[in-house]
């Protein structure tokens, strides 16, 4: 189908009954979709079977849905919401929801990166506890995070995609960006980087 | 050195791509002079490669989740359908006015008489040849649920058989699991199917 044809006229001709719009948007869709869930879950099937539940929600509300805004915002606000409930019936692991806590936060990221603290740590094991420091912020830092930086969305869009205010988007990416600052400060020491 | 008056947020946006143009003028024009944001500049910055990098090899041979299409329409065979479309509302609407026009039958014929003519005049010809439809168009989410579900029922049957032979089962067993694939193929020609194999197993019970 025509890379041309823009995803809101995709979604008026799905309304009038082609389905073959809705493959292209999802289509177009699928890779960036399953990229953000999967940084957000760190888990492949969970992040594929989630993908799934995504594209089966939009199909079952593009019927009444009205184009406020843009049909990728959309995508993401569904995909959002899904993860966000995905970590709270997940609770994997402990979390320390209150945002003053960083600094207990740091010192668990901070032994873990000085457990190794002579020899080069391996470059899979950095990215294992960067991803785990940024698995540290809280639910909405982490996602105004990720869409404002690895989905290409403006502060604005974000803020249309979690249904909050640009100025607490604006807060939230603060505070991601002073608690990565103090988990990541033993790598940020080591002058090699 | 002037006294810094800027904010760690002024930082993090100017980092970030967040502050308009005249912002970014007077945000670098500060920080020619000062240590202490340029430090914080710096910081951000070195922490967002590293969060860029751990990042990437995450995500670095990401491949779209497998046969996505078919799970979704398989998925969607398995709930009732949502609410009525635009179309369908349409249509309906176009049933009724029928309906209601079958039973006033001088005003419906005028009617029909009027709106020939204004088709007629505005958009042409209404008795040309209609014209050829793409059929690969026309595959409604019905049709393609339908034939997800065809599938599913087939393999079910699939299943039964096998089982009946290569394991085989006993002759209950295999009517029970008839009787399942009968409701699952409710309407479709497969329930007949289902109906007469039943029938087989009965008569060797
Ligand atoms: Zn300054």
Redesign the interface.
């Known amino acids: 189908m025509d890379k041309l044809i823009d995803d809101e006229m995709l979604v008026t001709q799905f309304?009038?009954?082609?389905?073959?719009a809705f493959?292209e948007l999802?289509k177009r869709y699928?890779?960036k979709i399953?990229?953000y869930l999967?940084?957000s879950v760190?888990n492949y099937e969970d992040?594929?079977e989630l993908?799934?539940e995504v594209?089966?929600k939009a199909?079952?509300?593009l019927?009444?849905w009205e184009p406020k805004a843009k049909f990728s915002t959309w995508l993401y606000t569904i995909a959002s919401n899904l993860s966000i409930d995905y970590h709270r019936s997940k609770a994997r692991k402990p979390v320390y929801m209150l945002e003053d806590e960083d600094v207990i936060e740091a010192r668990v990221v901070a032994t873990d990166i000085s457990s190794n603290p002579e020899k080069q740590l391996e470059?899979?094991e950095?990215?294992?506890i960067?991803?785990e420091?940024?698995d540290e912020l809280s639910s909405k830092q982490k996602a105004v995070f990720m869409l404002?930086?690895?989905e290409g969305l403006q502060?604005k869009e974000v803020a249309e995609t979690l249904g909050m205010a640009e100025g607490t988007v604006?807060i939230h990416?603060?505070r991601a960006?002073?608690k990565?600052?103090t988990l990541?400060r033993p790598?940020?020491e080591n002058n090699e980087? | 050195m002037p006294k810094c008056n800027k904010s760690e947020a002024q930082a993090i946006d100017y980092v970030y791509g967040e502050l308009d143009v005249s912002q970014v003028v007077d945000f670098e024009r500060h920080l020619s002079t000062c240590n202490n944001c340029t430090r914080k500049v710096n910081t951000y910055k070195r922490v967002l490669r590293l969060v860029d990098e751990a990042e990437a090899e995450l995500t670095a041979h990401i491949i779209a989740p497998r046969n996505l299409e078919a799970k979704l329409y398989r998925r969607l065979a398995e709930v009732p359908p949502v609410k009525p479309t635009l179309s369908s509302r349409l249509s309906d609407f176009a049933t009724g006015l029928l309906l209601t026009l079958r039973e006033q039958k001088v005003v419906s014929f005028c009617l029909f008489i009027f709106a020939v003519i204004s088709v007629a005049f505005f958009v042409g010809n209404p008795f040309r040849p209609a014209p050829t439809f793409d059929m690969s168009q026309i595959d409604s989410a019905d049709a393609r649920i339908e034939q997800y579900r065809h599938q599913d029922i087939q393999r079910s049957m699939e299943d039964v058989l096998r089982n009946r032979h290569l394991r085989n089962s006993d002759g209950w067993d295999t009517v029970s699991q008839l009787n399942r694939v009968k409701d699952q193929a409710q309407g479709t020609n497969w329930a007949n199917i289902a109906k007469k194999h039943l029938k087989n197993v009965h008569s060797e019970l």
């Open positions: 309304k009038s009954g082609s389905q073959k493959d999802m699928e890779r399953f990229g999967l940084r760190r992040a594929e993908t799934l594209f089966f199909y079952r509300a019927g009444s470059e899979k950095r990215g294992r960067i991803r420091a940024v404002a930086r690895y502060i604006k990416l603060h960006m002073k990565l600052q990541l790598l940020l980087i």
